[in-house]
């Protein structure tokens, strides 16, 4: 069920999807997953995958 959520930029003005081609970093914590995107406006994201 949560996987099927989308990842979004939150940027004030931005609603571009975020996804493989914008992934920056991925890091394996206790936890869970932790994934930077960057957006093509400038933003980064960060999300948390259990």
């Not at 991925?26 to 999300?47: D, I, L, Q, S």
């Amino acid at each position: 069920m949560l996987e099927d959520l989308r990842c979004v930029c939150d940027a004030p003005g931005c609603k571009r999807a975020l996804g493989e081609t914008q992934l920056m970093l991925r890091m394996e914590t206790p936890a869970g997953e932790r994934r930077a995107y960057e957006c093509a406006c400038g933003a980064v994201t960060v999300t948390v995958v259990r």
